[in-house]
């Protein structure tokens, strides 16, 4: 078993800057991969980045390419999410996610899931 618990949501104005983070325990080993999500409000949830664990691959959706950035710090077992130039459209609830191996954008192939936490870019 594998538990996440994410934290840093919270409010923020447009071009602001929020650094999400994911503490992993349990199992959790090199050879997870580790991705972000976001659902907002009436839509599907979508894939926002991924990185493997210990083999220093990244992966971006295009909406967030340049603004956003993942990193790891092993010794913590903990992922970041880095996010700048922050827009309205990126309100959603974040989730982070583990699974075995790199599966980059699948949701349906990560096993574990964090409760979320609510980001939300206003005026």
């Known amino acids: 078993q594998v538990q996440l618990v994410e934290s840093g949501g919270g409010l923020v104005q447009p071009g602001g800057s929020l650094r999400l983070s994911c503490a992993a325990s349990?199992?959790?080993?090199?050879?997870?991969?580790m991705g972000w999500f976001r659902q907002a409000p009436g839509k599907e949830r979508e894939f926002v980045a991924a990185?493997?664990?210990?083999?220093?691959?990244?992966y971006y959706a295009d909406s967030v390419k340049g603004r956003f950035t993942i990193s790891r710090d092993n010794a913590k077992n903990t992922v970041y999410l880095q996010m700048n130039s922050l827009k309205p459209e990126d309100t959603a609830v974040y989730y982070c996610?583990?699974?075995?191996?790199?599966?980059?954008?699948?949701?349906?192939?990560?096993?574990?899931w964090g409760q979320g936490t609510q980001v939300t870019v206003s005026s």
């Open positions: 996610a583990a699974g075995a191996g790199y599966v980059g954008g699948i949701s349906s192939l990560y096993d574990y």
């Open positions: 990185i493997s664990w210990s083999g220093g691959n990244t």
């Open positions: 349990g199992r959790t080993f090199s050879s997870y991969g």
